[in-house]
């Protein structure tokens, strides 16, 4: 327990060090506030156009993600630098057993990015959920954290290849608009991405629809496959 809460010091002084990670912090709860004017102001201003406040659900849903992507990459970066400077390696063979560092740093973006799906939704103010709906969204969008922190780590050889994994997400965040979009069959293919479910579960936006539970159930099973291959490919790299 000392050691977690010593690497949890040690986290948390880097992010003070740091100030772009102040900012990945912080970065949803005031882009969130930005939104909450901005859109609605561009919905008036495009209205003569078109009406942006048809798809408040899926932009409610890009800006759920954005925050779980961010501490992602946070965490992603912080396992480079571990990785790199070979903390990992003395990490494990301490009283602080393999399991425990990497649950501690798989669950604590996790955690967090729980918490801040459950306050950047009502933040944002774009769409009329109840909270049982925002839960099990929440919880499957936090489950991107730990996600993407691994697939950082296990693909990328040092932090410059990091960084260009990381721009490559913006790839895969397009399955839900994809999904939105583009007929069934072609659905079926962006399911295969993780980001999709939770953006569309909040598109369905109702806990008592059954297709809302269709998506959050297949949307955990996808991201529980993802994460433990991950965690395979994680714990053989750093073994």
Sequence with gaps: MK??????????????????LLFLILGPLVMSLVLRWLIPLLTQYLLPYTDLEGYYPLISGFVLIFT????GMLTGFLLLDERDDHVIITLIITPLAKNDYIVYRVLLPTIISFLYGLLILPLVDLVNVDIITIIPIA???ALEAPLIALYLV??????????ALSKALGI???????GYFLDS???LLAGFIPFYWPVMALVIGNYSDILYWIHILIGLVIHLIFLKLLLIRFDNRIS
């Design 185 to 187: 069959k072609l659905k």
């Design 139 to 141: 919880i499957l969008a």
């Design 68 to 71: 779980p992507v961010l501490l």
């Design 172 to 178: 895969f965040m397009l399955a839900p608009i994809a």
């Design 154 to 163: 296990v693909f990328a050889g040092n932090k410059v290849e990091g960084l």
């Design 3 to 20: 050691k977690i809460i010593a690497l949890s010091y040690n986290d948390l002084k880097n992010v003070i060090r740091e100030p772009m």
